[in-house]
């Protein structure tokens, strides 16, 4: 199939625009069923990625005393930014995360190369910006199946290793919460309420 019908490309249109950053008010008490946290990993693994590596490992997270001690550092590290972002009164009410709310949580690791790969003897970075690319498919396919997902930034990767024991062959690129939601607001939440303004494709496009 060299191309997709109309009706397709509006699809993926519409689950592209309609992709959020949930947080944990929005998260529902609702079970995602294995099998369609298959087809969110299986839409993970279909992604690109440098040499064929494949370099991303998805651990899944249920166990709530690793998920309190992963929120306390959350909590800890909030601290610091509530600091640097003082002067702004939007702050103090953003909420961030959805690490207790959410149906589980993934931990998407970068596994570091044992070998050459192809592609990557140049630039190093480009095995991390792979497991990049099957985090954005496995965010795509989660809307599409009215699951939302958020990726928690505020946390020290050394530590969220340490709470879920993974060793140094591996990278912590993202934490995720995942889960059903109450709804998906019709504009980021962000640019809802003025931290950020939508750029145009003007802003973007250098000739």
Do not use: H
């Not at 992709?19 to 008010?25: S, T």
């Not at 020290?156 to 340490?162: A, E, G, Q, S």
């Amino acid at each position: 199939m060299n191309k997709f019908n109309k009706k397709a490309i509006s699809s993926l249109k519409a689950i592209i625009s309609s992709r959020r950053d949930i947080r944990g008010n929005r998260f529902l008490d609702k079970k995602i069923d294995d099998k369609i946290l298959n087809e969110l990993l299986e839409a993970a693994n279909n992604a690109p990625s440098v040499g064929f590596s494949q370099p991303w490992k998805f651990i899944i997270i249920e166990d709530n005393k690793k998920r309190e001690k992963i929120y306390k550092n959350f909590q800890k590290e909030n601290k610091k930014a509530k600091e640097i972002f003082k002067t702004n009164e939007i702050y103090p009410n953003l909420k961030l995360e959805g690490i207790k709310e959410s149906y589980l949580n993934i931990a998407v690791l970068y596994e570091k190369p044992k070998k050459d790969i192809l592609g990557q003897t140049t630039q190093k970075k480009v095995g991390e910006y792979s497991v990049v690319c099957a985090i954005q498919n496995f965010w795509l396919m989660a809307r599409a199946y009215g699951i939302g997902v958020g990726w928690v930034s505020i946390l020290k990767p050394k530590k969220i290793k340490k709470i879920l024991d993974i060793n140094d062959d591996y990278k912590l690129i993202a934490y995720l919460t995942v889960g059903y939601v109450k709804e998906f607001l019709d504009e980021p939440e962000l640019k809802k309420i003025g931290w950020e303004k939508k750029k145009t494709l003007k802003e973007i496009k250098k000739l």
